[in-house]
């Protein structure tokens, strides 16, 4: 039975999230599996991945093929590494613990890469939010000062309008003592 290493699509329309998995070759794409290795969320800045690197490897040493995405996923997560080092052993090139200390040194740099990336990636989110806040400022100042002009501008047209309006109110009211009068 030719055994494939691949992704299983789970998640809702636009947000895919996979499932790794072992599974015989002829049957679908989301159907029956072998084995579930782990899990790869790309919708994650990181992506996600959650692997059992030891089932990877067994399964892989057993003949299983990974296709192309699953092969760049084992590698980033050190199965294929870790496989290759299981060779040497068995050829007696390596022993047990040279084995783990090359995969654990191998795994804490990859781990630094990662939080390297991840703090990287805070700072940017923080200048974009930084500078979204000052141009919010610089805007609000000024929607703030167009306000105060328009502001005094009316002051100074109702005062002329009160100025304007005063010997029209006299005129009135003597119009209206003349009539009174009559």
């Not at 029956?32 to 790309?42: Q, V, W």
């Not at 192309?68 to 068995?90: E, F, M, N, P, Q």
């Not at 304007?164 to 209206?176: D, I, K, Q």
């Amino acid at each position: 039975m030719p055994v494939k290493i691949r992704l299983q699509r789970h998640g809702k329309k636009g947000k895919p999230f996979y499932w790794v998995v072992a599974a015989d070759s002829r049957s679908k794409r989301d159907g029956k599996f072998l084995e579930k290795l782990g899990i790869y969320n790309p919708n994650t800045n990181p992506a996600t991945i959650e692997l059992n690197v030891d089932n990877s490897v067994k399964w892989l040493q057993n003949g299983a093929q990974p296709t192309d995405t699953a092969r760049a996923i084992l590698s980033y997560k050190g199965v294929l590494l870790k496989k290759h080092l299981l060779v040497g052993l068995r050829k007696g090139a390596l022993t047990e613990e040279q084995v783990e200390e090359k995969f654990n040194a191998w795994l804490e740099e990859k781990e630094g890469k990662i939080t390297a990336k991840r703090s990287g990636l805070e700072e940017e989110k923080e200048k974009a939010k930084a500078e979204a806040l000052k141009a919010e400022k610089e805007v609000n100042e000024a929607r703030l000062k167009a306000a105060a002009e328009t502001e005094v501008a009316e002051t100074a047209e109702a005062e002329a309008a009160e100025g304007s309006e005063e010997p029209a109110a006299e005129a009135t009211e003597e119009a209206s003592e003349e009539k009174a009068a009559e």
